[in-house]
């Protein structure tokens, strides 16, 4: 069965500390895509990052990196030098073959940073 | 207007009313998607148009009922709805449906039945 685990459902951090969020991932297709999305308290869910199964190339934006590994089926996300804005629901999401452009979400990690 | 707009922002109704909400989106993307977001629940997918023909449908109950009248504008018809619907209603587009495309959301209508 294809399904997203986000074992972590919140995480409060103080200002400036550095956080990762994990995303472990199950799918027996072995071409698929993994994404992230951010959904402050506004509400709408915000693109972050795409990665399809053929790179396992880690990527950072800024203060923003993630590291895929398909040893461990892992798309952690890790935010450095956390800042108030970060605060938001993270989710994190698989689409397969067999899913068209459908996405299955994981059910979110919500991070706190406090001031 | 850019990206992917939704109306109402809220939305308060009873039981008996029929209301519409209204997706618009401005990236020229091939196809839509109607997801249910409660609480503490992951989000779950309703319904998904490509080139304006339903491909999916998840046993959404029939008191919804969606809407595609042209590739830009989506709508979710509602009416006898239950307090269990009450949810967040995120529309979201991507360039076609296909694995590869990731999706662009709209900010929620906030749907609260009383």
């Known amino acids: 069965a294809q399904k997203v685990t986000q074992a972590q459902t919140e995480i409060s951090v103080v200002e400036k500390e550095d956080v990762t969020l994990d995303c472990v991932y199950e799918t027996r297709d072995t071409t698929y895509y993994l994404f992230w999305y951010k959904q402050p308290p506004s509400g709408e869910l915000v693109f972050l990052i795409r990665r399809n199964s053929f790179d396992e190339q880690n990527e950072i934006s800024g203060r923003y990196s993630w590291n895929f590994q398909k040893s461990t089926s892992s798309f952690n996300f890790t935010i450095t030098a956390s800042q108030v804005v970060d605060s938001a629901v993270y989710f994190c999401a698989l689409s397969y073959g067999g899913s068209q452009g459908n996405l299955i979400f994981g059910k979110g990690t919500k991070l706190s940073v406090k001031p | 207007e850019t990206g992917v707009t939704q109306t109402p922002r809220h939305l308060v109704m009873g039981m008996t009313n029929k209301k519409s909400l209204k997706c618009e989106q401005h990236l020229g993307h091939n196809a839509m998607y109607w997801y249910k977001q409660s609480a503490k629940k992951p989000l779950e997918l309703m319904f998904v148009y490509s080139l304006e023909e339903r491909v999916e449908n998840n046993s959404v109950p029939s008191r919804f009922s969606p809407e595609c009248p042209n590739s830009s504008h989506l709508f979710l018809h509602l009416h006898t709805l239950q307090p269990e619907d009450s949810a967040l209603y995120l529309c979201?587009?991507?360039?076609?449906?296909?694995?590869?495309?990731?999706?662009?959301f709209g900010p929620g209508t906030r749907l609260t039945v009383t």
């Open positions: 979201a587009s991507s360039q076609d449906w296909d694995l590869s495309y990731e999706q662009y």
